[in-house]
Nanobody, 124 residues
Framework: QVQLVESGGGLVQAGGSLRLSCAAS????????MGWFRQAPGKEREFVAA????????DYADSVKGRFTITRDNAKNTVYLQMNTLRPEDTAVYYC????WGAGSSMGADYEYWGQGTQVTVSS
């Protein structure tokens, strides 16, 4: 069982930056691929970024490539999402997910555990 808690969301102006964190419970964090997804009002949850269990491979949605960076610190049981050059269309609730021994999937169905989400609002 893994519990995930996201933090770091907030209100920021377009062009600004935020860093989201997702802290995981348990002693097996390093065996989980971690992903970030987001859901805007009236839209389905969509993939943002993922990193494999070892941290050596990552993947991004085209809409965030070059602006967002996913990293992990297995010693701290935490995965981060650095978001730069934010746009109003990045406004959403951001969720992190955990996928045991995963490669960093872009499919939400591959993730066994989810956090409660953190709101990111980008004003124009």
């Amino acid at each position: 069982q893994v519990q995930l808690v996201e933090s770091g969301g907030g209100l920021v102006q377009a062009g600004g930056s935020l860093r989201l964190s997702c802290a995981a419970s348990g002693r097996t964090f390093s065996t989980y691929a971690m992903g970030w997804f987001r859901q805007a009002p009236g839209k389905e949850r969509e993939f943002v970024a993922a990193i494999n269990w070892g941290g050596g491979s990552s993947d991004y949605a085209d809409s965030v490539k070059g602006r967002f960076t996913i990293t992990r610190d297995n010693a701290k049981n935490t995965v981060y999402l650095q978001m730069n050059t934010l746009r109003p269309e990045d406004t959403a609730v951001y969720y992190c997910g955990a996928d045991r021994w995963g490669a960093g999937s872009s499919m939400g169905a591959d993730y066994e555990y989810w956090g409660q989400g953190t709101q990111v609002t980008v004003s124009s």
